[in-house]
């Protein structure tokens, strides 16, 4: 069976569309709740079966290296043994953390370069590291389902959901002969189309690269805003290998748009159950106001 056993998590972007918190914070140690972004995405991978991550920071994003460091000051100087520090020291015993950096952000397809020793020549996980999936109670949700496909039939998976006609030029797109089935071979994609998009399918930011990504990537010039796309390192992957777009379980949130970062959050509160209670009623209060 072919298992999907690495992933790798770019968190090396500008965040511009958040600043100025992004000034000093990168996307994916904003918070949820309590919990930041990256920790959610750690807990995906490991619901799929992936036991290896690999997290693309720039130069100075030691915080995201800090954060799972468990045997900091900080936890020594606690008075006792927190749970949320238990659950940290957990997601390191199943899954091995380490980190790359992208010197300079330009690009996704520049950041995914930076993987190249990681993967080892295996086919390989992509979570976008400012995309939250809330899996909704479901078993599978986000990579795990791109994963599930992928032990069939070894190759290419982007995970895609239908957004408005009037958002796709904010998106990676994709073009098929046919979009009825959950999952479909494609034919084409594009980056941000700025008009008459292929379709209203969109990236949602997990993916499923075969080892081949790596050369298609290095033969890929510099695309749409002068960086380098994973898209059309993906376009040229297409020209010679199968890529399947793949509806995915659960609701994807973009969380490096402030109103995706609102709506992730008030999702993931309705999934706790320590909030529950309050958390209904203080939506109650809101809808009455
Ligand atoms: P985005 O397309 O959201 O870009 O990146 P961005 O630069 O982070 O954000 P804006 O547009 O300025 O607000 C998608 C994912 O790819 C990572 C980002 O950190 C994010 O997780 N990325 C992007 C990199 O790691 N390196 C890059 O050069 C670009």
Do not use: W
């Not at 919990?35 to 079966?49: C, D, F, H, N, S």
């Amino acid at each position: 069976m072919n298992q999907i056993k690495k992933v790798v998590i770019p968190v090396a972007g500008k965040g511009t569309r958040l600043l100025p918190i992004t000034k000093t914070i990168g996307k994916t140690l904003l918070p949820i709740i309590d919990t930041p972004v990256i920790q959610y995405l750690l807990e995906e991978a490991i619901k799929a079966g992936i036991n290896e991550a690999l997290i693309i920071i720039g130069p100075n994003q030691t915080d995201v290296i800090d954060y799972f460091n468990t045997e900091s000051s900080y936890v020594k100087n606690l008075n006792r043994d927190y749970k949320e520090i238990r659950t940290i020291k957990k997601i390191k015993t199943k899954i091995n953390i380490s980190y790359a950096i992208q010197e300079e952000p330009c690009g996704l397809g520049d950041a995914i370069l930076k993987a190249e020793d990681f993967a080892n020549g295996n086919d390989f996980a992509v979570i976008l590291g400012d995309d939250v999936v809330c899996s909704n109670g479901m078993k599978h949700y986000g990579i795990s389902c791109l994963c599930e496909l992928y032990k069939n039939n070894p190759c290419y998976y982007l995970g895609v959901e239908e957004v408005p006609f009037e958002l796709t030029n904010k998106y990676g797109i994709v073009k098929a002969t046919n979009y009825d089935k959950d999952y479909f071979p494609i034919n084409g994609i594009i980056e941000k189309p700025s008009d008459n998009p292929p379709s209203n399918m969109a990236c949602i930011g997990r993916y499923i690269l075969k080892n081949s990504i790596f050369e298609y990537l290095k033969n890929t010039n510099m695309g749409y805003n002068n960086e380098l796309q994973l898209t059309d390192g993906i376009a040229l992957a297409l020209e010679k290998e199968e890529v399947f777009a793949s509806k995915v379980n659960g609701v994807c949130y973009d969380v490096g748009t402030k109103l995706g970062y609102i709506e992730a959050t008030i999702a993931f509160a309705k999934t706790r159950d320590d909030l529950k209670e309050d958390f209904d009623k203080f939506l109650e209060v809101m809808a009455n106001s």
